[in-house]
């Protein structure tokens, strides 16, 4: 067929391989860990602040590491709830008045998912600047460093959250708390102690060859064993002075237990009996659905209208943190992103069936496994297994884990998402490119994470039009004669266009000839063909004499069809798609 594409090779270096899930496990299991203790208290904090059941909170977890990392097939993204959700699933309780009636909201919102799948609806975050994406990241990791600040100087009085510069429900945010907590860090000596020894741990660790070595030891894991470690010593030795006093239990992970469980920590049971008393614990904070509740209100307009509201923002959210994942992935690997709605889909609709708040996909977490060193999903499911097994057999031990270590490894993730070197990177790019940037950023620190990408590309699009606008029309003087100009059209032209042609037109002397030259624009919409017209009209009155060059007015759709016709598009892509 002489209009197709040229047959096209493909050819692969024998250097490189791509991670196989099985087979790096020295490297994906302690990763998992590091997600799971980083995951434990922020799954906890989410749901304390959206004002949902402690323990729904630790089930979207558990399905964010045991269910979407089966399905999905991104490679490093790690899913949970996330607090960017948090505004929505308050409101989503009060309006429906039950955390169980709620749950039907995030059950058909898995099930919008699933209806987004199947329109394949995730290649929205393709488009998607990449300034926008950096700005994504600088802005969480610029709330991470303010957010866990307070954890790190001991001031626990707020729930252990990752990206929200404002705290729900109150007049705080992250500044008033770091206020706070330097107002009262003399009387939080020692949880200052732990954070300080935690980030010496985190920086140091790398740094020695020896210890670098050992891939099974992450700088985030020691960081917190040694810190439980030393808050440990101050329980055993029960030093007197305030600096080496114990942590009170509001500075520590609070997994929550029934009363019977507690119970086992001051007493000797045998194995069966504890297996069966913890089994039976987690079943007890499990809430299930009430079908009769449901059954009465699947019909509610208010119901559908935020279980739509749940599906498209954590579909959303899920797809541009995959994206931004994916950037960070070394060895950059591109996710299916249609895949990552399907198994997210899933999880939420099963999460409505078991209590959990929504699930997505999280940056703060999937940035943790791969500065932990993990290589494949496998660091997801570790994780996911581990806050299943802890919440039934170890929760008593893992209360014993200081926030200050785990706010630690936030700050270490935090300044990693906005290293100076990558601001000045993209600020020598131009302004273009670093103005969409920092707008994103900033807007995302101070509201959330979609009102600031929504700002960020209409920011980024700003910018496209301006350098279209440009670049499409320029016009020059020919010949050695002043009155003689050419208006050339570099490429197709559209409305944004109409506003500086017009300007050039108007700019245009009496008494003169233009040549308006077509040429190389492909398409010419209605606005730029009305504004011709009327330009070839006007100019009757001013004696400028006009003519136009292989100017041809099309619509779109012709445009189009003539672009594929004269191209062979069609031919391309079937036999593309016939030898995948």
Same mark, same amino acid.
Not at 57 to 64: D, E, P, S, T
Not at 249 to 255: F, G
Not at 325 to 335: E, F, M, W
Not at 409 to 422: F, H, R
């Given at each position: 067929?002489?209009?197709?594409?040229?047959?096209i090779?493909?050819?692969?270096?024998?250097?490189?391989?791509?991670p196989?899930?099985?087979?790096?496990?020295?490297?994906?299991?302690?990763?998992?860990?590091?997600?799971?203790?980083?995951? !434990?208290?922020l799954c906890?904090?989410?749901?304390?602040?959206?004002d949902?059941?402690?323990f729904s909170?630790?089930?979207?977890?558990?399905?964010?590491g045991?269910?979407?990392?089966?399905?999905?097939?991104?490679?490093?993204?790690v899913?949970?709830p996330?607090a960017?959700?948090?505004?929505?699933?308050v409101?989503?309780?009060?309006d429906?008045?039950?955390?169980?009636?709620?749950?039907?909201?995030?059950? !058909?919102?898995?099930?919008?998912q699933l209806?987004?799948f199947?329109?394949?609806a995730?290649?929205?975050?393709?488009?998607?600047?990449?300034?926008?994406?950096k700005?994504m990241?600088?802005?969480?990791?610029?709330i991470?460093?303010?957010?866990?600040?307070?954890?790190a100087?001991?001031?626990?009085?707020?729930?252990?959250?990752? &990206?929200?510069?404002?705290?729900?429900?109150?007049?705080?945010?992250?500044?008033t708390? +770091? !206020?706070?907590?330097l107002?009262?860090?003399?009387?939080?000596?020692?949880?200052?102690?732990?954070?300080?020894?935690?980030?010496?741990?985190?920086?140091?660790?790398?740094?020695?060859?020896?210890l670098?070595?050992?891939?099974?030891?992450p700088a985030a894991?020691?960081?917190?064993? +040694?810190?439980?470690?030393?808050?440990?010593?101050?329980?055993?030795?029960?030093?007197?002075?305030?600096?080496f006093?114990?942590l009170a239990?509001?500075?520590?992970?609070?997994?929550p237990?029934t009363?019977?469980?507690?119970?086992?920590?001051?007493?000797?049971?045998?194995?069966?009996?504890f297996?069966?008393?913890?089994?039976?614990?987690?079943?007890?904070?499990?809430?299930?659905?009430?079908?009769?509740?449901?059954?009465?209100?699947?019909?509610?307009? &208010?119901?559908?209208?935020?279980?739509?509201?749940?599906?498209?923002?954590?579909?959303?959210?899920?797809?541009?943190? +995959?994206e931004?994942?994916?950037?960070?992935?070394?060895?950059?690997?591109?996710?299916?992103l249609?895949?990552?709605?399907?198994?997210?889909? +899933?999880?939420?609709?099963?999460?409505?069936?078991?209590?959990?708040?929504?699930v997505?996909?999280?940056?703060?977490?999937?940035?943790?496994?791969?500065?932990?060193?993990?290589?494949?999903?496998?660091?997801?499911i570790?994780h996911?297994?581990?806050?299943?097994?802890?919440?039934?057999?170890?929760?008593?031990?893992?209360?014993?884990?200081?926030?200050?270590? !785990?706010?630690a490894?936030?700050?270490?993730?935090?300044?990693?998402?906005?290293?100076?070197?990558?601001v000045?990177e993209?600020?020598?790019?131009?302004?273009?490119?670093?103005?969409?940037?920092?707008?994103?950023?900033?807007?995302?620190?101070?509201?959330?994470?979609?009102?600031?990408?929504?700002?960020?590309?209409?920011?980024g699009?700003f910018?496209?039009?301006?350098?279209?606008?440009?670049?499409?029309?320029?016009?020059k003087?020919?010949?050695?004669?002043?009155?003689?100009?050419?208006?050339v059209f570099?490429?197709?032209?559209?409305?944004?266009?109409?506003?500086?042609?017009?300007?050039i037109?108007?700019?245009?002397?009496?008494?003169?000839?233009?040549?308006?030259?077509?040429?190389?624009?492909?398409?010419?919409?209605? &606005?730029?063909? &009305?504004?011709i017209?009327?330009?070839i009209?006007?100019?009757?009155?001013?004696?400028?004499q006009?003519?136009l060059?292989?100017?041809?007015f099309?619509?779109?759709?012709?445009a189009?069809?003539?672009?594929?016709?004269?191209n062979?598009?069609?031919?391309?892509?079937?036999?593309?798609?016939?030898?995948?």
């Open positions: 067929m002489p209009n197709s594409f040229p047959k090779t493909t050819t692969k270096k024998n250097t490189y391989s791509e196989s899930l099985f087979g790096n496990f020295k490297y994906d299991v302690p990763a998992g860990l590091v997600v799971f203790l980083v995951a !434990l208290p906890l904090g989410i749901a304390v602040a959206s949902a059941p402690a909170g630790i089930v979207a977890g558990i399905l964010g045991l269910v979407v990392p089966l399905i999905s097939r991104s490679a490093m993204g899913s949970g996330a960017g959700l948090t505004a929505i699933v409101l989503g309780i009060a429906t008045g039950s955390f169980e009636l709620f749950l039907l909201a995030v059950f !058909l919102g898995g099930l919008v209806v987004l199947f329109m394949q995730g290649t929205i975050a393709y488009f998607l600047p990449s300034s926008v994406l700005g990241l600088a802005g969480i990791g610029m991470l460093i303010l957010k866990q600040l307070p954890h100087l001991g001031y626990d009085v707020e729930a252990f959250s990752e &990206d929200e510069f404002w705290i729900w429900g109150t007049d705080q945010n992250a500044v708390m +770091i !206020l706070a907590a107002k009262n860090a003399s009387k939080n000596l020692n949880a200052i102690v732990i954070s300080v020894i935690s980030l010496f741990v985190l920086i140091v660790w790398d740094r020695i060859p020896f670098r070595k050992l891939s099974f030891l894991l020691m960081a917190v064993v +040694i810190g439980t470690l030393i808050n440990e010593a101050y329980l055993y030795y029960n030093f007197e002075s305030s600096i006093s114990p239990s509001s500075h520590l992970v609070d997994l237990m009363d019977e469980l507690k119970s086992l920590s001051t007493q000797s049971v045998p194995t069966l009996e297996i069966q008393i913890s089994l039976s614990n987690f079943w007890q904070q499990l809430t299930f659905p009430n079908f009769s509740l449901w059954a009465e209100h699947i019909k509610d307009w &208010d119901i559908w209208v935020l279980a739509f509201t749940i599906g498209v923002v954590a579909s959303i959210e899920s797809l541009l943190t +995959i931004a994942v994916d950037k960070l992935d070394p060895y950059k690997r591109n996710s299916p249609n895949r990552e709605l399907l198994a997210q889909g +899933i999880a939420n609709t099963i999460a409505g069936l078991v209590g959990a708040i929504p997505t996909a999280v940056i703060v977490r999937s940035t943790a496994s791969i500065g932990a060193g993990g290589r494949t999903r496998m660091s997801a570790i996911g297994l581990l806050l299943l097994i802890s919440v039934i057999f170890i929760s008593q031990y893992l209360n014993h884990i200081p926030l200050a270590s !785990l706010a490894i936030l700050l270490v993730v935090g300044y990693k998402l906005i290293k100076p070197s990558t000045k993209i600020y020598q790019k131009g302004r273009e490119q670093f103005v969409p940037f920092i707008v994103t950023a900033i807007v995302i620190l101070f509201s959330d994470l979609l009102i600031g990408i929504m700002v960020g590309i209409v920011v699009f910018f496209v039009i301006r350098a279209n606008v440009k670049t499409a029309i320029s016009i003087q020919v010949g050695r004669d002043e009155n003689h100009f050419e208006i570099n490429k197709d032209l559209s409305f944004v266009n109409r506003a500086f042609l017009r300007d037109f108007a700019r245009i002397p009496n008494h003169t000839s233009v040549i308006v030259d077509g040429t190389k624009a492909h398409f010419i919409d209605k &606005d730029i063909e &009305d504004t017209k009327n330009f009209k006007e100019s009757e009155q001013h004696d400028i006009v003519t060059k292989n100017v041809t099309t619509s779109s759709e012709e189009i069809k003539k672009h594929e016709k004269k062979g598009n069609d031919d391309f892509f079937e036999e593309t798609k016939s030898s995948l």
